[in-house]
């Protein structure tokens, strides 16, 4: 056949035909996937305990995906030398939860300020860069040191690492914004803080928004560092203990309830910006976003 | 509680408050390199309340800029704008603008777009809605409110700017090559509704276009200016009688044909003379 008879007779198929095709390709296309992700996950954790099983990597060291799993069952049927895995996970959550709205908060207002202020972004702009070039997860001992080991110095230490990712963010948002529309919204009258409230602020949710997954994840690593520092609550303290007992099983299992809420949070940050970017037109990270 | 209908309450002095009084405008910039360019050199104009003016000139020679300095946006380097009997020294209540490139809050909705200029006035919702609502149905998008500006076309996103630049019964109208990027049937509608709500409503305009047609159709006044930096060559009046109407029909008269022809003359020296310049720049 042709190339144009070709054409002709797949022009000429019934519309509905087409859309039947094209149904069962993507479905084709979602089973596959599917088959994919399976191997994968078989392929790491099939390895990993049958490699441990034959001792070729010791799993004294390095746990065993069924000693996880006996873990996170002893974690949520005996609970841990702490209280019950539900209370110590709360007070993770709570840490990283108010670390992240501490630090966003104070991200936002200040990326805000110093992007729209170029005196103020000059006088303060070094000293950023050199408070973000020093290590500050180090700062978890010093805030330990300084308030105890209570719940404030956990939230304290999540919030700083969450503040620079959003400043960042924030403070680049605003120097990206429009001009022309800063203009329109000047010409019809608008106040310094009304040119905030109708064209920066807007603008610049693009870039905050899209800071606040990688800012959660830190929420949650200040949290759990400051705990395995000190603590008397909280999964970085079951961490820290299981490490003490030579115990990768139990660390591992803390890895996963971790990643199960961070999951959780991330799937709500996700319903946010959907929401708050709704004016946003349909584009590429939305359609194939992993 | 808002004055929208009837436009124009006769106050007193009302009519000189809409005068556009350009003295030697001149705008020097500072390049990247530190050196100076001067974008318009000694612009002396006047629009008198309630004239149609139309400014064209070759492409670079300020026109934009002019625009700019009478809408305070930008302060002159020397020389004068005053609107009314006040200088010009910062954003003048009053003026409207629709921009060169479009600037639609991408994040409002339609009705959002609109109805911002009269909440800025400090006017309540529910009466700035129902002046936004008003104004679409004028401008023939009526039941789009909801929808975002991505969502509708270029000529759509130009009657959103037309609405949002006159909700507010401006005085003054300064338009940057409004229908610039349209197909020359929408363009033809715009134009013929824009007249109409002049009409209405009666501002001065300064209308910047590079389309001499649209020009002559609309203006009781054309401005040439000179190439970069820009200055005024020529000023022709237009007496054509008003209402015009249509502006399809308009464009076939005896009178049109000569203005336009005169206009060209005008123009045509400048145009070219930009072009050899660019070109030597370039070369
Ligand atoms: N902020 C600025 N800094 C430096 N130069 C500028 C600035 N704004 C405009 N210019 C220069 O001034 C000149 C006039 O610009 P303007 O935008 O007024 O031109 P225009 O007549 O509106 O052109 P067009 O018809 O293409 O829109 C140009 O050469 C431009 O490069
Ligand atoms: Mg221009």
Redesign the pocket.
């Known amino acids: 056949m042709t190339a144009a008879a070709l054409r002709r007779t797949v022009t000429q198929a019934p519309a509905t035909n087409l859309q039947l095709a094209a149904h069962r390709a993507r479905v084709r296309r979602t089973v596959w996937i599917w088959l994919g992700q399976f191997f994968v996950a078989l392929f790491v954790i099939g390895g990993w305990q049958w490699f441990t099983a034959a001792g070729w990597v010791d799993k004294f060291f390095f746990g065993q995906p069924t000693g996880i799993w006996n873990s996170l069952v002893h974690l949520f049927t005996v609970g841990t030398a702490f209280g019950s895995i539900w209370e110590n996970l709360w007070v993770t959550v709570q840490e990283a939860l108010l670390g992240f709205l501490l630090g966003t908060g104070a991200g936002v207002v200040a990326g805000i300020l110093l992007g729209s202020n170029r005196y103020l972004a000059s006088v303060f702009g070094p000293y950023i860069k050199i408070v973000n070039s020093v290590p500050r997860i180090v700062l978890g001992s010093i805030f330990i040191v300084a308030f105890g080991l209570g719940v404030f110095p956990k939230v304290l230490l999540a919030a700083v690492l969450v503040f620079f990712v959003v400043f960042f963010n924030a403070f680049q948002g605003v120097r990206e914004v429009d001009q022309n529309l800063v203009a329109n919204v000047r010409v019809l009258g608008a106040s310094p803080l009304q040119v905030a409230r109708h064209v920066t602020i807007p603008s610049a949710m693009t870039w905050i928004i899209a800071s606040l997954h990688t800012a959660f994840g830190f929420a949650i690593i200040g949290a759990l560092v400051a705990e395995v520092l000190g603590a008397t609550h909280g999964i970085g303290l079951i961490i820290s203990q299981a490490q003490g007992n030579f115990d990768p099983d139990t660390v591992f299992a803390c890895m996963v309830i971790t990643s199960v809420f961070t999951l959780l949070a991330e799937y709500l940050i996700t319903l946010l910006e959907r929401s708050i970017l709704r004016w946003r037109p349909p584009n590429r990270s939305e359609s194939q976003a992993i | 509680m808002v004055e929208t209908s009837p436009p124009h309450v006769a106050k007193p002095g009302a009519e000189d408050a809409a005068r556009i009084n350009i003295v030697g405008l001149s705008k020097r910039?500072?390049?990247p390199k530190g050196e100076v360019?001067t974008?318009i050199h000694d612009v002396t104009l006047t629009v008198e309340p309630g004239q149609f003016c139309a400014i064209v000139?070759p492409?670079?020679?300020?026109?934009?800029?002019?625009l700019a300095q009478v809408s305070g946006l930008e302060q002159p380097s020397s020389g004068s704008v005053s609107v009314g009997n006040h200088i010009v020294d910062g954003i003048t209540n009053g003026v409207s603008y629709m921009f060169?490139a479009d600037a639609l809050f991408p994040w409002k909705s339609v009705l959002g777009n609109v109805m911002i200029g009269p909440l800025l006035l400090g006017t309540p919702k529910v009466e700035a809605t129902r002046l936004a609502k008003d104004w679409l149905r004028r401008v023939g998008l009526a039941g789009f409110e909801d929808r975002f500006p991505h969502q509708l076309s270029g000529g759509m996103r130009k009657r959103v700017a037309m609405a949002a630049a006159l909700i507010n019964n401006p005085r003054i109208l300064l338009m940057?090559?409004p229908f610039g990027a349209l197909d020359v049937q929408t363009k033809a509608i715009m134009q013929t509704e824009l007249l109409q709500l002049w009409e209405e409503l009666r501002p001065s305009v300064l209308f910047?276009t590079?389309d001499l047609d649209e020009a002559v159709a609309l203006s009781d006044r054309v401005v040439i200016m000179t190439s970069?930096p820009?200055s005024v060559k020529d000023i022709f009046d237009i007496d054509l009688p008003r209402p015009r109407g249509d502006v399809q029909h308009i464009r076939h008269e005896q009178r049109f044909l000569e203005l336009q022809g005169q206009i060209w003359e005008s123009l045509k020296d400048e145009v070219t003379r930009a072009y050899e310049r660019s070109a030597a720049v370039a070369a």
């Open positions: 910039y500072l390049t360019f974008a000139g492409t670079g020679c300020g026109k934009s800029t002019t060169q940057d090559e910047i590079h970069s820009g």
